[in-house]
């Protein structure tokens, strides 16, 4: 055999082997790659409205304002192969990342996905709290058990989902009226602490132990606030988690219990956290979901300020990037763009 003819077997076989150990050698990377975006103003998967409002007026409604997501590929249990990740470093519309930024070693996948579940639990209060803001509809909050730790005083007494009213006969409405008094607690001191369940009041009268610390007294209870609202406001997303949505929801809450239609028929798609007051907050994978609404059909796409430098470097053609700072912001920039008067905030660098 030739030397030639050597040196090509030799580089045959070593390809060969390097695509079988590229095949099932694993890697600790996720694939982050654009994923489904639905319409607020729209149906879900079970044709039934995205979001539905009960109590009070609404209106019709058209167009599109698109909430946008990123699915993944990898992780614990399930890595990658070398070459899956390879081929997303060289395809645009994947971001390979570590499996750490996802997935932590803090955390097991099942405690991450809870945390993406209540996440997209608590966006929709904010958004919910922040359209109604916004149109000025009064929302007052309550005081929920969120956890009971085992072997403290309060566990087999109190149940997450409990709503506390009074502490030691003093109402209640909010996390820090429970835990600023209890501050002042001494370790063994016994508290009243007035609860509703199922609709009934019940009391509870628990003696406090020493925290981890041995510095302050505790029942052993994790509290949350939680808004109560004038209406009755329910958003259907399947199964889907994480906080990005808030803004988007937030934008067709307002939309249905005003007249008109916000959009005027545009498809604009968008993603940011909201809070209560309806400030924007940044998200991840920007990238991706902007892919995602630009082949959906969206012309317009609602980015968070905190996000814009990484927008414009990957802006898909035909995309136009609305900078979104509040869910006022956004609706005044919506308007512009419907009227062609105003200003319509744009992402800088």
Request: aromatic share 4%.
């Given at each position: 055999m030739s030397?030639?003819?050597t040196?090509?077997?030799?580089?045959s076989?070593?390809?060969?082997?390097?695509?079988?150990i590229?095949?099932?050698?694993?890697?600790p990377?996720?694939a982050?790659?654009?994923?489904p975006?639905s319409?607020?103003?729209g149906?879900?998967?079970?044709?039934?409205?995205?979001i539905?409002?009960?109590?009070?007026?609404t209106?019709?409604?058209q167009?599109?304002?698109?909430?946008?997501t990123?699915?993944?590929?990898?992780?614990p249990?399930?890595?990658?192969?070398?070459?899956?990740?390879?081929r997303g470093?060289?395809?645009?519309?994947?971001?390979?990342?570590?499996e750490?930024t996802i997935?932590?070693?803090?955390?097991?996948?099942?405690?991450v996905?809870q945390?993406n579940t209540?996440?997209?639990?608590?966006?929709q209060q904010?958004a919910?709290?922040?359209?109604?803001h916004e149109?000025?509809?009064?929302?007052?909050?309550?005081?929920?058990?969120?956890?009971?730790?085992?072997?403290?005083?309060?566990?087999?007494v109190?149940?997450?989902?409990?709503e506390?009213t009074?502490l030691?006969?003093?109402?209640?409405?909010s996390?820090?009226q429970?835990?600023?008094p209890m501050?002042k607690?001494?370790?063994?001191?016994?508290?009243t602490l007035?609860?509703?369940r199922d609709?009934?009041?019940?009391?509870?009268?628990?003696?406090?132990?020493?925290?981890?610390?041995?510095?302050r007294a505790?029942?052993?209870?994790v509290?949350s606030e939680?808004?109560k609202?004038p209406?009755?406001?329910?958003?259907?997303?399947?199964d889907?988690?994480?906080?990005?949505?808030?803004?988007?929801f937030?934008?067709?809450i307002?939309?249905k219990?005003?007249?008109?239609?916000?959009?005027?028929?545009k498809?604009?798609?968008?993603?940011?956290?909201i809070?209560?007051?309806?400030?924007v907050?940044?998200?991840?994978?920007i990238?991706?979901?902007?892919?995602a609404a630009?082949?959906?059909?969206?012309?317009v796409?609602l980015?968070?300020q905190?996000?814009?430098?990484?927008?414009l470097?990957?802006?898909?053609?035909?995309?136009?990037l609305?900078?979104a700072d509040?869910?006022?912001g956004?609706?005044?920039?919506i308007n512009?763009?419907n009227?062609g008067?105003?200003?319509?905030?744009?992402?800088?660098?």
């Amino acid at each position: 055999m030739s030397r030639r003819a050597t040196t090509l077997t030799v580089a045959s076989v070593l390809v060969l082997l390097l695509a079988v150990i590229g095949s099932v050698m694993s890697v600790p990377y996720v694939a982050l790659m654009p994923g489904p975006t639905s319409n607020t103003l729209g149906t879900n998967d079970k044709g039934q409205p995205l979001i539905r409002i009960e109590g009070r007026q609404t209106y019709p409604d058209q167009g599109h304002l698109n909430f946008t997501t990123v699915t993944y590929r990898g992780g614990p249990g399930g890595r990658i192969d070398l070459f899956t990740a390879l081929r997303g470093w060289l395809d645009g519309d994947i971001a390979v990342v570590p499996e750490e930024t996802i997935f932590p070693k803090s955390e097991s996948p099942k405690e991450v996905d809870q945390e993406n579940t209540r996440a997209m639990q608590d966006s929709q209060q904010n958004a919910e709290a922040a359209a109604l803001h916004e149109l000025g509809i009064p929302v007052s909050t309550r005081v929920i058990v969120d956890g009971v730790q085992k072997e403290r005083p309060a566990d087999g007494v109190l149940r997450p989902g409990d709503e506390i009213t009074a502490l030691d006969g003093t109402a209640v409405t909010s996390v820090s009226q429970v835990t600023g008094p209890m501050a002042k607690r001494k370790i063994g001191d016994t508290v009243t602490l007035t609860y509703k369940r199922d609709g009934k009041e019940n009391k509870a009268t628990l003696k406090t132990v020493a925290d981890p610390t041995g510095k302050r007294a505790v029942v052993g209870i994790v509290l949350s606030e939680q808004y109560k609202f004038p209406l009755k406001i329910d958003i259907s997303v399947g199964d889907i988690g994480g906080p990005s949505a808030g803004l988007m929801f937030s934008l067709a809450i307002y939309d249905k219990l005003t007249p008109g239609p916000l959009t005027q028929g545009k498809f604009i798609a968008g993603t940011g956290t909201i809070t209560p007051e309806g400030e924007v907050g940044p998200i991840g994978g920007i990238q991706q979901k902007m892919i995602a609404a630009r082949k959906a059909g969206a012309t317009v796409f609602l980015t968070p300020q905190k996000n814009c430098a990484d927008a414009l470097a990957a802006r898909p053609d035909g995309l136009r990037l609305v900078r979104a700072d509040t869910l006022h912001g956004s609706i005044q920039a919506i308007n512009a763009l419907n009227t062609g008067k105003g200003q319509v905030p744009a992402c800088t660098k």
